[in-house]
């Protein structure tokens, strides 16, 4: 078999996987968020948090938990590092710098993920364990429980709660993540995964670092988070040994995302809502792992930073799926990619990660995209625009335009201030037109809150250490707020009644209108920007 038809049936049967999962994964996620009875596991939780799961709460209520939760998560992971000497299991590897130990702490707690130290030399294993394994769970529960708040934003009629935040936390957390992701640790483990609390073993006179690596890699990707445990990520034999495990992993990654849309039409009472939006992300996605894959197969060095154990297509699969995605594992070095490949995988961050985006991000990123779109749609026939019903007026609008201009903002901003100091040339891998996408793919990676690195770039420097963590904040918490916002606002609106006049949003013009508009967003904001560097390279 070739290697391109190996790939191919690797694609079908991902597809194949994620389509049977998608329905009793989905209908389950939405009996998750909205069942009234709660654990013997919840109840504990709550009493410790002396949280009362019977009232809801207003969205602004919402965000001040969400904003909260996670300003404690940052000062708790960020101190767990500053006295890891003092703790077990921490094999002399000392306390973490405070510059590192910030941007580690910002970065796991928005579900970034991006890692600028060697884990293997730098965090044992309590602080891997207790400090960022926890944030590889919670924070893909936040993403959950604001995607859910969005959906209920949509479903409730003049209402003025949007549930309860630490329920959908917890809920998230002990229903979806922890066994999913326990299981998922077993299949990894059979699939020849390492899992052990040793911190190396001697092969040939050389120490070979080990860790509890399969727990680690279930959530990892699971959770669309990314840090991986060892330097090389998931090219490391021990996180990615085979083709199975590289299967495996891409379905995890994408498990959640996909299902969600299922969810979404489920709790809105028209699984026909789910469908549409899952036929863009996926058009979407086809398309962007056709020019990855088209781009490295006839690339001038077309292994050069792949494993061969993978090969191109399997490359090219798990970029587009880990940048289409939040999650930022890599199974290849993307600094060593065509221009267009590179570009390829840069691309699908700067579309959002929407294409299906992150655990609950995708979700809510393409629904504010959609109410977006219907605004444009009401511009073009001159009548006010509505989506499932409500009315998009200025403060819907205002919200989902705020939710849509944080990332590019950030990310410009960053990436421009970041080209024209002194000190960057030093930290550049490459000059020239690879050089900026370097610069680009970083604060895109940040902002977007996506973690993966081109890695030709020395991200060490306070200044990076710095604004890097200030763009995952910015990028992860505005458009939270945003979008609660915007879930506050329809949730108090009525339902407005299905006229001869209203654009239905469950056919092929509605998808082509959706799919549109994440475009040409995308395209205005970002061309100038990636015609100086993957777009200039690739013509070179």
Avoid at 23 to 42: C, I, M, Q, S, W
Avoid at 433 to 450: D, Q, T, V
Wanted: glycine share 12%; with cysteine.
């Amino acid at each position: 078999m070739t290697p391109t038809a190996a790939g191919l049936l690797q694609v079908g049967v991902l597809v194949v996987a994620l389509a049977a999962a998608r329905r009793p994964f989905g209908d389950y996620l939405a009996r998750v968020y909205t069942g009234t009875k709660h654990n013997a596991v919840e109840r504990a939780v709550y009493r410790v948090a002396r949280v009362d799961p019977g009232v809801e709460q207003r969205w602004s209520t919402y965000a001040y938990g969400v904003l909260g939760f996670s300003f404690v998560g940052v000062v708790v992971l960020y101190a767990l590092q500053r006295v890891q000497s003092v703790l077990p299991w921490d094999y002399g590897r000392g306390d973490v710098p405070p510059g590192v130990a910030f941007n580690t702490a910002v970065s796991f707690v928005t579900n970034t993920n991006w890692q600028s130290y060697v884990p293997e030399t730098t965090l044992g294993h309590s602080v891997q364990l207790v400090g960022l394994t926890v944030q590889n769970f919670v924070s893909a529960a936040v993403g959950l429980a604001v995607a859910v708040a969005l959906v209920r934003g949509f479903a409730r009629d003049r209402a003025d709660r949007l549930g309860n935040f630490w329920v959908d936390l917890t809920r998230g957390t002990v229903r979806v993540l922890l066994p999913v992701a326990s299981a998922s640790a077993i299949v990894l483990v059979a699939t020849g995964v390492v899992m052990s609390l040793k911190s190396g073993v001697d092969v040939d006179g050389q120490t070979a670092a080990i860790a509890p690596v399969a727990s680690q890699e279930a959530i990892k990707q699971l959770g669309t988070n990314g840090g991986g445990v060892l330097n090389a990520n998931s090219a490391h034999p021990f996180e990615n040994p085979n083709a199975w495990s590289n299967l495996v992993e891409v379905f995890l990654i994408l498990l959640i995302p996909v299902s969600l849309t299922r969810t979404f039409g489920t709790m809105v009472g028209d699984r026909r809502q789910g469908r549409v939006l899952l036929a863009v992300m996926g058009v979407l996605w086809c398309a962007m792992l056709a020019v990855v894959w088209v781009a490295e197969a006839n690339g001038l060095r077309p292994l050069e930073g792949k494993e061969l154990r993978f090969g191109i297509p399997s490359s090219a699969l798990f970029a587009n799926a880990t940048t289409a995605t939040s999650t930022g594992a890599v199974n290849s070095a993307h600094d060593s990619f065509t221009g267009l490949g590179g570009g390829g995988v840069l691309l699908n961050m700067l579309f959002g990660e929407m294409t299906p985006g992150g655990v609950g991000t995708g979700l809510y990123s393409i629904l504010v995209m959609a109410v977006i779109a219907m605004f444009l749609a009401g511009l073009m026939v001159g009548r006010t625009p509505e989506y499932l019903g409500k009315k998009l007026g200025r403060r819907e609008v205002t919200a989902a335009a705020l939710s849509v201009l944080a990332m590019p903002a950030v990310m410009l901003l960053g990436a421009g201030v970041a080209a024209v100091l002194p000190g960057t040339r030093d930290a550049l891998g490459n000059t020239g037109p690879h050089g900026l996408s370097e610069i680009l793919y970083a604060y895109a990676s940040a902002s977007n809150n996506n973690g993966s690195a081109f890695a030709g770039l020395t991200a060490t420097s306070d200044w990076f250490q710095s604004s890097l963590g200030v763009c995952m904040a910015l990028g992860r918490f505005v458009p939270i707020v945003a979008v609660l916002a915007l879930a506050g606002s329809l949730a108090a609106q009525g339902r407005v009644p299905v006229t001869a006049g209203t654009l239905p949003t469950t056919g092929p013009l509605f998808a082509t209108l959706l799919g549109g508009a994440i475009v040409l967003v995308a395209a205005l904001t970002f061309v100038p920007a990636l015609a100086l560097g993957p777009i200039a390279e690739a013509l070179l």
